[in-house]
Structures are given as structure tokens and as C-alpha cells.
């Protein structure tokens, strides 16, 4: 299997609901990524975990909550966003985090629009 | 992490290679050439890297000039499956984040 997959493709949410985005890779990468994108920018990084710590929070708000309860998995944790936050999520694993053989692969992302 | 340049945009006929250029002109000496593409409402794809020494492989060969400060993307034969925007990015080896820039969106026309 040398997938990422995201679940939903798409989502729609008020700015008082609660959701989760899902991903999941088994690839046995150790290294897992949240990216934000929105429409015509280029991906921007959000958090990075590494052997299921996370290593990396790019000053993101704290509506936004990551969590990697294995090395398979990664969730993102909505909660009270603003109808600015809508755009694609995109997830990402590499091997490692570090060294030569560290080439992210990217799932199909979640379209998150906020209401 | 050093910054890339690219043209913002470029046309290209099916079965022409197509040649992608990209400027980093404070590369250091750590720092490796990656380039991605993303196809529309898809994730980024992964195509090569490289640190000085041209490389190839089934999607692309990549060409870096001697002093690092410039390299291009080379698809040999492009189909109109290759339109897509595609990201030049400078990374450490260690480790360190992939920073996309704007990329360059290219049209492969028929």
C-alpha cells in the first residue's frame, strides 16, 4: 500500500460545530504532515509529527488540534472556525523526517468549507 | 531555508520536452533541490531531488548548474497529463520543512 488517504473529501461546517479530519498511510512512515491550501496559493505547512510526537507547530490557532494516535494514523481537531479557514487540508508522510530518503507523499487533501 | 524563483507560468506541445527553470541563488552547501508537482484538486507528487549531480528518473531528469544557483526540470516527452503547476523547493538534508514557493503552471497543449 503506497497511499496517504483522507477522509473526508469534502466537508461543510458552521463556525460552532466540532469535526475531525482523518489520515492514514501504511507505509510504515514515521514522519506525518498537516498542510493548509488555499485556492491558487501553494501548500503551506501546519504541524509535523515525528515518530508520534509532534515536532513542528507553525504558530497555527488553537481551533485547530492535531493528534497522532499510532504511526499510522494523523487527525486534525476542528473546532470554532472562521469562514477564513476554509480551504484544502492536505496530509502528508515521509519514511523519516530527516535524511536522504525523506520524500513526502501526499494524500488527495480535504475541502473544508466554513459557514 | 533559501527562496525559489520561478516563471509563473509556461506552454509547452505534446511530445516537446518541457524545461522548467528555477533560481536559488543562496543555496547552501546542505541544501537539496526538490521539485513537486500538483495536479489540479489533487496533492502534491513528489518527482526528484537533487544536491549537485544531475539526476534521472522515469518522470524527469534534473539539471543543476555547477555553482547550485539555478537548475531546471526536464520532462522529455510531455503529455497532456504533465499540465500541472510544479514547485521548486530548497530543503536541508537534515531534515527541515518543504517551503513551496509559487511555482510555475504549466500547460502542455495539443
Known amino acids: 500500500d503506497t497511499e496517504v488517504t483522507q477522509t473526508p473529501k469534502h466537508l461543510v461546517m458552521g463556525m460552532t460545530n466540532k469535526k475531525s479530519l482523518k489520515c492514514e498511510q501504511h507505509?510504515?512512515?514515521?514522519?506525518m504532515y498537516w498542510y493548509k491550501q488555499k485556492a491558487k496559493k501553494p501548500p503551506e505547512l501546519m504541524f509535523v509529527?515525528?515518530?508520534?510526537?509532534?515536532?513542528i507547530n507553525e504558530s497555527v490557532p488553537s481551533r485547530f488540534s492535531p493528534e497522532c494516535p499510532n504511526s499510522s494514523l494523523l487527525n486534525l481537531h476542528l473546532h470554532a472556525l472562521q469562514p477564513e479557514d476554509s480551504a484544502l487540508y492536505l496530509c502528508?508522510?515521509?519514511?523519516?523526517?530527516?535524511?536522504?530518503?525523506?520524500?513526502?507523499?501526499f494524500g488527495p487533501g480535504t475541502r473544508l468549507t466554513v459557514l | 531555508d533559501a527562496k525559489t524563483t520561478q516563471p509563473p507560468s509556461m506552454d509547452c506541445a505534446e511530445g516537446r520536452a518541457a524545461n522548467l527553470p528555477c533560481n536559488h541563488s543562496?543555496?547552501?552547501?546542505?541544501?537539496?533541490v526538490y521539485w513537486y508537482r500538483q495536479i489540479h484538486s489533487q496533492g502534491p507528487q513528489y518527482i526528484i531531488h537533487?544536491?549537485?549531480n544531475n539526476e534521472t528518473n522515469e518522470m524527469a531528469s534534473l539539471i543543476i548548474t555547477e555553482d547550485r544557483k539555478s537548475s531546471t526540470l526536464i520532462l522529455p516527452h510531455a503529455t497532456l497529463r504533465d499540465t500541472a503547476v510544479y514547485y521548486c523547493?530548497?530543503?536541508?538534508?537534515?531534515?527541515?520543512?518543504?517551503?513551496f514557493g509559487q511555482g510555475t503552471e504549466l500547460s502542455v497543449k495539443p
Open positions: 502528508a508522510s515521509s519514511p523519516t523526517p530527516r535524511g536522504r530518503y525523506n520524500e513526502q507523499f
Open positions: 507505509m510504515g512512515h514515521r514522519a
Open positions: 509529527y515525528s515518530y508520534e510526537k509532534l515536532s
Open positions: 543562496t543555496i547552501s552547501g546542505n541544501e537539496y
Open positions: 537533487g544536491l549537485k
Open positions: 523547493i530548497v530543503r536541508l538534508f537534515q531534515g527541515g520543512k518543504l517551503i
